[in-house]
């Protein structure tokens, strides 16, 4: 049985350590829920902070709670463009050696040696889907598309499972309006090569050699 | 045998008639040549312009010669978001019924019907390379693109085929950062279906119910 994913885009976001928070905006406070996100537990919070880059700035950028071990900031590969930074594609939570930056708060600023990422897109699946869909976690798929206008299939689609996930797939700006999708865009893991992970790349030399699968 | 095709990145840019650059630059202007093209006979000029929507603009945007018969400005998807145009997804030329834009230059404003369109993802191919990958001009195809960390597969690629052309892939910037691809980033035309022309949309509506290929 084949399992239909919602698509969502994740804008530029900020998940922050309870440490950070505090040093931007003092002792006291605490993050302010506004309201539930599409995962369960997460919440897009009052509090808004500037990113700054060696060469741009983005003002006002969300932050989702609750708090995080580490501050890991999440941008497109445009907003890394505008903003100076390299553009570093990485999993949530895989910030080792990526790119600082500086964020503003309104009790001055703090420069974060490493946290800018570019989330590598994933789909989040219950159990039950991924069973559905024959997937396990850290499995890497494709994925096709809806569009009426320019379809993709993405390649290198990460699945994460838990059970305290909502089965969706997320990817960035850049690549939301890479499809032009609907209103409520849709997915479907594509089972290429009877369902075997297989290199995108292994896969445009074999093409350009002269091999077809 | 098959065709390696370099992808290439549009950036937001202007083609513009004669009339259009009279208005803006005026009457003894002329267009002045900075340096060539990818694409037999298109060039980049110096002069620039600003573009200017309902929610936004963008300013020194570069115009390419040679005149065209119609002014047409390609932005992308994100581009069109920010200054709050529609993102209408044309070939290029094909600017009926497109929005519109406000252009400013040395001499004041112009107010632009039509001609705001996010490009079309396209191929344009030497008849040579056409033939070499048993495509023919207006064929859509399938693109497979090299990318060490996030490969993308386009669909609904148009291909056109003149003997102006050199063989290369235009996408404009959502879609090459979507794929982060290399330095100098290739594809290869992928048949799939046999090389039959086939809907992607079809395709994901088939996988959801559960209809393999």
Known sequence: MSVKIPIETSARHIHISEEDFRKLFGEEAQLTYVHELSQPGQYLCKERLSIVGPRGSFENVAILGPFRKDTQIELSMTDTRKIGVPGVIRQSGDIKDTPGCTLIGPLGELKIDQGVIVAKR??????????????KDNDEV???????????????????VSSKFKTSMHVDTDEANAFAGQEKPCGAILKLFDGQTYSLQQWADEIQSGINR
Chains 1, 2 share one sequence.
Do not use: C, Q
């Open 122 to 135: 994933h789909i989040h699946m219950t159990p039950l889907d991924a069973s559905r869909a024959r997937v």
């Open 142 to 160: 494709f994925v096709i598309t809806e569009s009426y206008e320019r379809g993709l299939i993405f390649a290198d689609v990460v699945v994460r």
